[in-house]
């Protein structure tokens, strides 16, 4: 059930009574319903423990990606608080079947052409989050410092704090940060508009068959993070990368695939604890040259 505060709060900002709450369930931060209300149905999700600025900061990320116009992003509709309770809400999606027809296939090539949209420099007008940790973004126009101080870097520091950095793996990290330089090219690697976090859980795919991009955690960066975090988990189909490649071909990739699934380990490092620390002192040993 919805809260009292939210409800009276959502009756108010949509105009009309709400008629209908229906649970949705597949995330592990916040809680989240359909709801109906003056005849039209919202996607509603609320956390009464959320970081201050979490919900803002996704609502415009998820305008940020639709003003691109690549790939179907939800409508945002309304965000807020009521009595403590942090709010977003989003038009409503009603999904069909990821493996339909050329689903992947679109998807690879409205991700290029998101990948398009670029800036001046990396990072954003503001910091944001992935999941509940904070995610830094000051502009900066080099990426290898970016990629080091505010990525790598910053979950370092979290890591520690959470004393999730022994020794060894704070070693292999720094030298990992000292040799970035080895494996990425300033001059060659343009600030694209990403999604920041995607994964399979956060696309879906509605009824005409379009991947609807939600959940992001968006900066403008190398393109190449996107990729990488596809891969990382799975759920997306090899005809997905084969439109890529022939939209927005990519080269050498490979050689930092894992590189940049580094930052997203780091994150589950954080968030869940010590079973992602294998991964992550495999990959910090292969970068830092202690193979």
Same mark, same amino acid.
């Not at 979950?155 to 020794?167: C, D, F, K, T, V």
């Not at 070693?171 to 343009?190: F, P």
């Given at each position: 059930?919805?809260?009292?505060?939210?409800?009276?709060?959502?009756?108010?900002? /949509?105009?009309?009574?709400?008629?209908?709450?229906? @649970?949705? &369930?597949?995330?592990?931060?916040?809680?989240?319903?359909?709801?109906?209300?003056?005849?039209?149905? =919202? &996607?509603?999700?609320?956390?009464?423990?959320? @970081?201050?600025?979490?919900?803002?900061?996704?609502?415009? !990320?998820?305008?940020?990606?639709?003003?691109?116009?690549?790939?179907?992003?939800?409508?945002?509709?309304?965000?807020?608080?009521?009595?403590?309770? *942090?709010? /977003?809400?989003?038009?409503?999606?009603?999904?069909?079947?990821?493996?339909?027809?050329?689903?992947?296939?679109?998807?690879?090539?409205?991700?290029?052409?998101?990948?398009?949209?670029?800036?001046?420099?990396?990072?954003?007008?503001?910091?944001? &989050?992935?999941?509940?940790?904070?995610?830094?973004?000051? @502009?900066?126009?080099?990426?290898?410092?970016?990629?080091?101080?505010?990525?790598?870097?910053?979950?370092?520091?979290?890591?520690?704090?959470?004393? +999730?950095?022994?020794?060894?793996?704070?070693d292999l990290l720094t030298r990992l940060m000292e040799r970035l330089d080895q494996w990425l090219d300033d001059?060659?690697?343009?600030?694209?508009?990403?999604?920041?976090?995607?994964? !399979?859980?956060?696309?879906?795919?509605?009824?005409?068959?379009?991947?609807?991009?939600?959940?992001?955690?968006?900066?403008?960066?190398?393109?190449?993070?996107?990729?990488?975090?596809?891969?990382? &988990?799975?759920?997306?189909?090899?005809?997905?990368?084969?439109?890529?490649?022939?939209?927005?071909?990519?080269?050498?990739?490979?050689?930092? +695939?894992?590189?940049?699934? /580094?930052? =997203?380990?780091?994150?589950? /490092?954080?968030?869940? !604890?010590?079973?992602? !620390?294998?991964?992550?002192?495999?990959?910090?040993?292969?970068?830092? *040259?202690?193979?």
């Amino acid at each position: 059930m919805l809260p009292a505060a939210l409800s009276e709060v959502l009756s108010s900002v /949509l105009g009309g009574t709400i008629e209908f709450v229906q @649970p949705v &369930f597949g995330g592990d931060i916040n809680y989240a319903a359909q709801i109906d209300c003056g005849g039209e149905s =919202y &996607f509603v999700k609320w956390n009464a423990n959320s @970081p201050d600025a979490m919900f803002a900061t996704e609502a415009e !990320g998820l305008r940020l990606l639709r003003g691109a116009g690549a790939l179907r992003v939800p409508d945002v509709i309304a965000q807020g608080e009521a009595d403590g309770i *942090g709010y /977003l809400v989003l038009e409503w999606i009603e999904t069909g079947n990821k493996r339909a027809g050329n689903v992947m296939e679109a998807f690879g090539s409205g991700l290029a052409e998101l990948h398009r949209q670029q800036a001046a420099q990396h990072g954003l007008d503001q910091n944001n &989050f992935i999941g509940r940790l904070p995610q830094i973004n000051t @502009p900066t126009s080099s990426w290898v410092s970016f990629y080091r101080e505010q990525r790598i870097g910053y979950q370092m520091e979290i890591a520690r704090l959470r004393g +999730r950095l022994p020794r060894r793996r704070e070693d292999l990290l720094t030298r990992l940060m000292e040799r970035l330089d080895q494996w990425l090219d300033d001059e060659l690697i343009t600030p694209s508009l990403l999604h920041g976090d995607l994964w !399979g859980g956060n696309y879906l795919v509605d009824e005409q068959g379009r991947a609807v991009l939600i959940d992001p955690a968006v900066c403008y960066g190398h393109r190449e993070m996107d990729l990488a975090m596809t891969e990382l &988990f799975g759920g997306f189909a090899p005809r997905f990368y084969e439109a890529y490649q022939a939209a927005y071909p990519l080269e050498g990739y490979d050689e930092r +695939r894992s590189l940049y699934q /580094l930052y =997203y380990i780091l994150v589950h /490092l954080n968030l869940f !604890g010590e079973s992602y !620390g294998g991964q992550v002192d495999s990959i910090a040993a292969y970068y830092a *040259g202690q193979r």
